[in-house]
Structure formats: structure tokens, C-alpha cells
């Protein structure tokens, strides 16, 4: 019998776990079909939070396993290129790694965010740098379990058109005689390219999963800053006003990206090196590109634009506080001046002011420290990098073969 996640009503009474700690309490997994699909697979024993290893194993078995059996069953060789299949499937490095890597990373990214989002949430709490009263949080929780129940409903429905669209352009592109690819013969699709396309159809249903639920955070996010206090602390040890546990999450979507990018180098070189490229391929790879380098520094950036906002506020608040303060100070010492009667503790007084302004001006105003933009910034150049060796590889070459002496 399927378990239904409770839909909590304005006249009803919340949820208990809504009582203690009602926003990092949340539940965000309401009709969403692969929450849905490990919550089932940690019950077997597993204990109550999935392990990594087995959402890992679970993707194989999803995707890489049968696209595995079926390459082994095709009368296409596994490793041995031909001139009529140029592209065997042990050489086509970007199914393998799309498959072994970036699949079941996104997926461990998507299962895990439900965890990340309530711990970092309880962090900032417990910590004391973002209060709310109860007042204001439980009515928050139970308006935001109701749109992410609609937002993973959304994914899923665009998730299914989007997959159906990519494996449909796929086949096209790769189902003529000329292309060589794999998983076609003589312009008929093998049983193996049955299994490809259903493997194309997950992976690029799975991502909106991901982008839609990542949107939603950054919005409930904007909403909590909006009915919540920042109390950030400039000598925090996170360097990011005990704010680094929101930052992480933007982190992670960079890795998605960074993933993502780099199956495009795969993508880019393994057609460009062993098949027959078509011109609509092109222009996928063109788009692929750009979209990396306009998207990456965005989704690292747009989850935490909400917390900047309130930092900035904070900070403006409390460099104001001392502000008027220490004018009224100097408009009292002004009355004084003539008279000489300025005392020490006067001057330490002024002293500390000037301290205590110093210090509220070196408060951070993103929820990052440097080594996260640091992480940030590997990431991100990492598959740029990784795109330029290819043609340097094949420049050396010619150019090693072009002078080499007789």
C-alpha cells in the first residue's frame, strides 16, 4: 500500500513534526516519484536515510546495466571500430561516463537535497544566525509543503516531455547508415538502441527534477529572509557569518553543472573524432557550450541571492546602530571641547565605537567563504579546461608528425 505524505490544510491543526523545528521540519518530497522510489529502497533494512552506495548501485542497475547486457548481445562489436560503425559502445566515452558518473551523481544530488536543505536549515537555526518565531514559520512550512508538492509534480510532467523530445532527437540524429553510431544497423535500430533511448529518456527526465526543485529552494529561501532575522556574527568560524551551511547548496548545483559539462567535452570529442557528425549536432554542441558558460556562475549564485539580501540588510542595520551612536557621542564631546573636559574613558569610548564599526564593516554579505568559491571556481573551469586538450593533443600531434625528420 502506497504511503501518502500528509497535505496539511490552513484550518487544520500542522503536523507535529511541524512543532519543533518547523522549517527544517519541511518535507519537500510530496509527489516526487524518485524520493518516493529510495524512501522504499531505504526501508529494506537500510535504516531511515539512504545510503550513497545504494543510490549509486540502484542507477547502474537502472540505466548502465541493461545498456551494459544489450551492447554485449549486439552483433556489433563491443571495443573494435569498423568503417561502417566507426563508434563502438566501449569507445563512446560519453555514454560510459554519462552513465557510471554524471547519472548517478544527479541522481545522489537529487535524493540528497531533501537532507542538505533541512540540516543546513536546523544549522542556521540552532546556531542562532537566522531566528523565527513560531508564528511566522509554521504557516511558511506548510505553504511551501504544498508548492513543492505541485513544483515535483511540474518536474515530472516536463521531465517526461523533455525526455521523450531528447530520445527522439537522438535517434534521428544518429539512426542513419552514414553516422556509424551503435546502436543502429544499416539504418534500423538494434534492440540495444531500444535500451539507449529509454537510458536517454531518464537522464534528461531526471534533470528538471533537479532544476525545479533547485528553483523552488532558492524561492523558499527569499520567503524565510523575508519572515526571519539574520544574526550574523562577524569572528564566526565559517567566515561566512555562520551562513556557510545555505552556501554549500549553491555548491552543489555547480557540481551538477560541472558534470554536465563535461559529458559535452565527451560529447564534442567522441563525435568529432569517430563519426560523421550531422549539422543538427552541431547545433546542439554549440548550445551545450554556451549554456555552460552563461548557467555556471547563475545556479551558483541564484540559491543564495536571497541570503545576500538579508546580510546586506543586517549589516547596513547594524553599521547604522553604531553610526548614531557614536554621533551622539561626538555631538556630546563637541560640548566639551571648549572646556577641556574630555576625560579617558571618553577616548576609550570613541576607540571602541570605532572598533566595533570596523568589525561590523568586515561582515561578509554572501553565505560563502573563500574556500567555497574557491571549490566554486575549480569546478567550474574544469570542464573548459578538460575541452581545450583535446585540440592541443591533436595540435601537438600534427605538428610532431608534420617536423618530425625521415
Known amino acids: 500500500m502506497t504511503e501518502e505524505h500528509p497535505q496539511p490544510s490552513s484550518t487544520s491543526p500542522p503536523p507535529q513534526e511541524f512543532q519543533l523545528l518547523p522549517l527544517a521540519a519541511l518535507d519537500t518530497t510530496s509527489g516526487c516519484i524518485v524520493h518516493r522510489l529510495f524512501?522504499?529502497?531505504?526501508?529494506?533494512?537500510?535504516?531511515?536515510?539512504?545510503?550513497?552506495?545504494?543510490?549509486?548501485?540502484?542507477?547502474?542497475?537502472?540505466?548502465?546495466?541493461?545498456?551494459?547486457?544489450?551492447?554485449?548481445?549486439s552483433p556489433l562489436s563491443l571495443a573494435s571500430p569498423i568503417e561502417a560503425h566507426r563508434l563502438?559502445?566501449?569507445?563512446?566515452?560519453?555514454v560510459l561516463f554519462m552513465y557510471l558518473v554524471s547519472f548517478p551523481c544527479l541522481m545522489i544530488l537529487t535524493v540528497t537535497d531533501q537532507h542538505v536543505l533541512s540540516t543546513s536549515l536546523k544549522s542556521v537555526q540552532l546556531d542562532g544566525t537566522?531566528?523565527?518565531?513560531?508564528?511566522?514559520?509554521?504557516?511558511l512550512a506548510i505553504r511551501w509543503h504544498r508548492r513543492f508538492y505541485m513544483t515535483n509534480l511540474a518536474s515530472h510532467a516536463?521531465?517526461?516531455?523533455?525526455?521523450?523530445?531528447?530520445?527522439?532527437?537522438?535517434?534521428?540524429a544518429y539512426i542513419p547508415k552514414s553516422v556509424g553510431f551503435w546502436i543502429a544497423v544499416d539504418g534500423h535500430l538494434l534492440p540495444v538502441g531500444f535500451i539507449f533511448l529509454y537510458c536517454i529518456f531518464l537522464f534528461y527526465a531526471l534533470i528538471p527534477v533537479y532544476v525545479f526543485r533547485s528553483v523552488a529552494i532558492a524561492l523558499l529561501f527569499k520567503d524565510v529572509v523575508s519572515h526571519a532575522q539574520l544574526r550574523l556574527l562577524p569572528l564566526h568560524p565559517d567566515k561566512s557569518g555562520g551562513l556557510r551551511p545555505v552556501g554549500r547548496l549553491g555548491l552543489r548545483n555547480q557540481y551538477v553543472l560541472t558534470l554536465f559539462g563535461l559529458n559535452v567535452v565527451l560529447l564534442v570529442i567522441t563525435s568529432l573524432h569517430y563519426l560523421q557528425v550531422p549539422s543538427s549536432l552541431y547545433g546542439l554542441m554549440i548550445a551545450a557550450v554556451i549554456a555552460y558558460l552563461v548557467l555556471g556562475p547563475l545556479v551558483f549564485v541564484a540559491p543564495l541571492l536571497a541570503f545576500r539580501g538579508g546580510m546586506l540588510r543586517t549589516k547596513s542595520e547594524l553599521m547604522r546602530e553604531v553610526a548614531n551612536r557614536l554621533r551622539v557621542e561626538l555631538q556630546r564631546l563637541r560640548g566639551q571641547l571648549q572646556s577641556g573636559s574630555i576625560s579617558k574613558e571618553d577616548e576609550e569610548l570613541i576607540d571602541r565605537l570605532r572598533k566595533i564599526g570596523a568589525l561590523v564593516d568586515e561582515l561578509p554579505v554572501w553565505p560563502f567563504d573563500a574556500t567555497t568559491v574557491r571549490k566554486f571556481l575549480v569546478a567550474y573551469v574544469v570542464p573548459v579546461l578538460s575541452g581545450l586538450v583535446f585540440p592541443a593533443i591533436q595540435i601537438i600531434l600534427y605538428y610532431v608528425t608534420t617536423h618530425a625528420s625521415p
Open 130 to 139: 537566522l531566528t523565527i518565531s513560531e508564528m511566522e514559520a509554521t504557516p
Open 88 to 94: 563502438p559502445f566501449l569507445r563512446d566515452w560519453n
Open 39 to 73: 524512501a522504499r529502497i531505504a526501508r529494506f533494512g537500510l535504516g531511515r536515510e539512504t545510503p550513497l552506495l545504494s543510490v549509486y548501485i540502484t542507477s547502474l542497475v537502472l540505466t548502465f546495466v541493461p545498456l551494459l547486457i544489450g551492447a554485449v548481445f
Open 158 to 172: 516536463v521531465g517526461g516531455v523533455l525526455g521523450v523530445l531528447v530520445a527522439y532527437y537522438c535517434y534521428v
